[in-house]
């Protein structure tokens, strides 16, 4: 069949006059080759990146990891006076945390199912106000709510939301082990920190602990607004 449809293409292309870049084309059937920028492998059905391409050029595989961890070299690299100016990496931390952990981890990340994850769903709704916070799954007896404290309710209405979310996912985290959560939040900046972290050291750390905590419970959320996931 694939080679069918091989020809056909072929035969197609050439009866409505293109010339096809011979050099380029892969005409006989594989299962396992390099395609925009990827590697492709339908033996055990899994994409990974190239070896030339760099950190942010590997969401197709790593999905927003790459925005997550690699958000304080960018703070650090945009504060420059200009384009040229240098300055030393080594007096940043954070900075260097986030490339030892791509030095690190890069290689063993490098690989992602092609076919969709494919989970029960459950459907979250979570909410904050300067007072406390509460969240609850449909369709089961499973609640989380809890108090501020006078620190707490001080803080900013997107890290109250983050808070929901993080409290909530860690209250129900047996339910949601192995699942797929769509996750309603009314605050958009929360799910946009959640997706792709945020300048703020603070609001950076919970967006942090919601993806690990995602990776060690083998959970998948995302919201109608954003996403977040393993």
Same mark, same amino acid.
């Given at each position: 069949m694939a080679k069918e449809n091989s020809?056909?293409?072929?035969s197609s292309l050439s009866s409505a006059g293109f010339v096809a870049n011979s050099?380029?084309?892969?005409?006989n059937p594989i299962q396992v080759l390099v395609w925009l920028g990827l590697n492709w492998d339908l033996v055990i059905g899994t994409i990974s990146i190239t070896d030339r391409r760099h950190v942010m050029s590997m969401s197709p595989v790593l999905g927003n990891l790459t925005r997550l961890k690699t958000r304080?070299?960018?703070?650090?690299?945009?504060?420059r006076r200009s384009w040229?100016?240098?300055?030393? /990496?080594?007096?940043h931390n954070d900075c260097l945390s986030q490339i030892f952990f791509w030095k690190n981890n890069v290689v063993s990340l490098n690989t992602r199912p092609i076919l969709p994850y494919n989970a029960l769903l459950l459907f979250s709704y979570s909410d904050a106000s300067n007072v406390a916070c509460g969240a609850f799954v449909v369709g089961t007896n499973e609640?989380?709510?809890r108090m501020w404290t006078a620190c707490e309710a001080a803080k900013s209405s997107t890290?109250?939301?983050?808070?929901? /979310?993080?409290?909530?996912l860690s209250a129900f985290k047996a339910l949601v082990r192995?699942?797929?959560v769509k996750w309603h939040s009314d605050s958009q900046g929360a799910v946009r920190v959640v997706e792709i972290g945020c300048p703020?050291?603070?609001?950076?750390?919970?967006?942090?602990? /919601?993806?690990?905590?995602?990776?060690?419970?083998n959970t998948y959320t995302y919201s109608p607004v954003g996403s977040q996931g393993t």
């Amino acid at each position: 069949m694939a080679k069918e449809n091989s020809l056909f293409v072929q035969s197609s292309l050439s009866s409505a006059g293109f010339v096809a870049n011979s050099a380029k084309s892969l005409w006989n059937p594989i299962q396992v080759l390099v395609w925009l920028g990827l590697n492709w492998d339908l033996v055990i059905g899994t994409i990974s990146i190239t070896d030339r391409r760099h950190v942010m050029s590997m969401s197709p595989v790593l999905g927003n990891l790459t925005r997550l961890k690699t958000r304080f070299l960018y703070k650090v690299r945009e504060s420059r006076r200009s384009w040229d100016s240098r300055f030393n /990496i080594g007096l940043h931390n954070d900075c260097l945390s986030q490339i030892f952990f791509w030095k690190n981890n890069v290689v063993s990340l490098n690989t992602r199912p092609i076919l969709p994850y494919n989970a029960l769903l459950l459907f979250s709704y979570s909410d904050a106000s300067n007072v406390a916070c509460g969240a609850f799954v449909v369709g089961t007896n499973e609640v989380s709510h809890r108090m501020w404290t006078a620190c707490e309710a001080a803080k900013s209405s997107t890290w109250r939301e983050l808070k929901a /979310i993080q409290f909530a996912l860690s209250a129900f985290k047996a339910l949601v082990r192995g699942k797929c959560v769509k996750w309603h939040s009314d605050s958009q900046g929360a799910v946009r920190v959640v997706e792709i972290g945020c300048p703020s050291a603070e609001l950076h750390s919970i967006a942090l602990d /919601i993806f690990y905590f995602c990776r060690t419970y083998n959970t998948y959320t995302y919201s109608p607004v954003g996403s977040q996931g393993t």
